[in-house]
């Protein structure tokens, strides 16, 4: 198992672990159909592309990604944006990993604060980030159905 940073021809694997964390977390009709027409190639641009802001980490078993975190470093705050573990991979402390790493690689950019927002529902990340060391910043509702807690920690 590696942690390696993106390259384009992880392109095609990504976008479909992306379009899988999708299906997983959205069960509303309604935001299911939107996260359907989302163009994920666009959003792997976005973050994952070579840029000194942007950045994302692809955990490797197997010549296979299981897991990946992306994450952005800007004005001396790192905020990730999306980390997610294949199902049959949790619960082996893989999203820990991740996380850690993609930390170390914020303070060696020099930031001074790490910061996410989580969805109240998912425990696992919320009970991770804790122990981490993040504390509450605020709770922010999308809809009238969902619900984030954004995170910070200093570094």
Avoid at 49 to 59: G, S
Avoid at 117 to 135: P, T, W
Wanted: hydrophobic share 35%.
């Amino acid at each position: 198992m590696r942690i390696i940073e993106y390259d384009p021809s992880w392109k095609k694997e990504l976008v479909e672990i992306l379009e899988e964390a999708d299906r997983e977390f959205f069960s509303d009709k309604r935001l299911k159909d939107e996260i359907e027409n989302r163009p994920h190639g666009k959003l792997i641009e976005s973050f994952a592309v070579k840029e000194k802001d942007n950045h994302c980490l692809l955990l490797i078993d197997d010549n296979e990604i299981i897991g990946f975190i992306c994450y952005r470093v800007l004005y001396g705050i790192g905020e990730t944006y999306k980390t997610y573990v294949m199902p049959r991979h949790r619960r082996k402390g893989l999203g820990l990993i991740l996380c850690e790493t993609a930390l170390g690689n914020m303070r060696g950019r020099g930031c001074r604060i790490a910061r996410c927002e989580v969805d109240i529902e998912n425990s696992a990340m919320l009970k991770l980030k804790f122990r981490q060391g993040y504390y509450i910043k605020e709770c922010q509702e999308e809809s009238m159905d969902h619900q984030w807690i954004r995170l910070e920690k200093v570094l």
